[in-house]
């Protein structure tokens, strides 16, 4: 079933996660009447206007359009680092966590894992401990890769800063992986240029709250994009008359940024309903993201499924996630709130 109005709920009611939404008509309309050609020969109209938009955006030289966030992660990667180099990471971070160990598997790059913290970030003290001095017995320390939003928060600046400083001053490159970094642009007001201002190279999601049905841009220098479009070919993913992906991104942009305020008010209506019965302790809220504390993994389980049940999908375990999109309206998320008190009071 096509769910073309944005404004009408997704059915089932989907809080899963951003990235259940469907391309809205006015997406669907611009797909095809996208100029297209082919994007491997650099022929691609739409594709080069969309890059050139992003890189614009970023604040940087150039950008790649890739099919996924996790190529994109991956390749920006392969190009910072050689075989036998590392990479600093969060140990809850999408690049070291949910991406199928791609540096390592692939590229004979080694991640060091540090330690979150409650906020997201890191810290400070662990990079700087954790960059290993140029002696053969370690890898060499190359990169560090940061997110946000980490779990939907907002990084804070004087950490994006702070980290960036400290790595660049220990010849490391810094990697942002922003796969919802549009949601942190509208929460802190700032334009992307100035989130991303201390990072050499950012990947971007377009297929979550943006509503796009695929597509993640790298951005950078022009020399780092330049060999980074190499990897994409090896990786597979030079795609051809993509201008219709780079079309859907493109009416996201203009269409799909300022309303990601409306996700982060539903996200805090559904925060607070959910606070209302089960306490406030229990509920995280955050940008789009929404997180219950059932207890344990075994009644966030049961939780899920007695929802699906009713046409309402939810994540599962201890710490049930709520993702808010543009899938879903005010009427979506008082029912969601019902069915989730209704079932956990009972
Ligand atoms: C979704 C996501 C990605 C990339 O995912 P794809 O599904 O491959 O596009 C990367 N990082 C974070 C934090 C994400 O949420």
Redesign the pocket.
Known sequence: MTNDNPKTPTTPIDLR?D?VTRPTLGMRQAMMQAAVGDDVFGDDPSVNALEDRVAELAGKESALLF???????LVALLTHCQRGDEYIVGQT???YK??GGGGAVLGGIQPQPLPVQADGTLSLDDIAEAIKPDDFHFARTRLLAL?N???GRVMPEGFLSGAADLAHSEGLSVHL????VFNAVVASGQPLHHITRHMDTI?L?C??GLGAP?G?LLVGSAEFIQKARRWRKMVGGGMRQSGIIAAAIDYALTHHIERLADDHERAKQLAQGLAQQQGTDAVIVDTNMVYLDVGTAARGDALQAAMQAKGLMVGGGRMVRLVTHLGLDDDAIMHAVECINGYLHH
Not at 67 to 73: A, D, E, V, Y
Not at 177 to 180: E, K, L, M, P, S
């Open positions: 996660s990235t099919p996924s966030g996790t190529q994109s992660n971070y999408h690049t949910y991406e997110e939003t980490q779990w992986d922003g796969a919802r990947s999601c297929s979550k695929m993640s």
